[in-house]
């Protein structure tokens, strides 16, 4: 798309300021996210990588903890239970072992379904299935005896 040159657009990514407008009026800008909507956003993007079972790293939850406590709490528990399992993991002796260890979680988690929240089940079934499959992809796995 090209912005035409008589656009307030034009400079920005030279750190122009458009003419007639003060920086601190930036926000004001259309499709420039005021401080509030880019820390929605963020917490958004946060809440969708939580929501597949991705991984968050440190840095990432020190930002929830401030921007949103009750989703710190829930990815900070399933971020505990993602170390847990890759540990069990790398205990395990066979690939057969470890795929029996995989089958134990995921029937401990269908028990549990009826008791917790939907929600965050599917959370917890999404980490164990992608700490699973990346652990099946590492060096580890390989290492591990056939049957």
């Keep these: 798309m090209k912005i035409p040159s008589h656009s307030p657009l034009i400079g920005?990514?030279?750190?122009?300021?458009?003419?007639?407008?003060?920086?601190?009026?930036?926000?004001?800008?259309?499709?420039?996210?005021?401080?509030?909507?880019?820390?929605?956003?963020?917490?958004?993007?946060?809440?969708?990588?939580?929501?597949?079972?991705?991984?968050?790293?440190?840095?990432?939850?020190?930002?929830l903890k401030t921007l949103d406590p009750d989703l710190y709490r829930k990815a900070s528990q399933a971020e505990q239970e993602r170390r847990s399992y890759e540990q069990s993991l790398r205990t395990c002796r066979t690939r057969s072992e470890a795929s029996s260890l995989h089958n134990q979680r995921l029937a401990l988690l269908a028990n549990n379904r009826r008791t917790g929240d939907s929600e965050e089940n599917l959370v917890r079934f999404r980490v164990m299935q992608n700490t699973y499959e990346t652990f099946r992809r590492s060096p580890d796995y390989d290492l591990l005896e056939r049957e």
């Design 12 to 63: 920005l990514n030279q750190g122009l300021k458009p003419k007639g407008l003060n920086v601190r009026d930036i926000h004001l800008l259309p499709g420039i996210p005021d401080e509030q909507e880019r820390t929605r956003i963020r917490v958004q993007s946060l809440r969708d990588k939580h929501q597949l079972g991705k991984p968050l790293t440190d840095a990432e939850l020190e930002e």
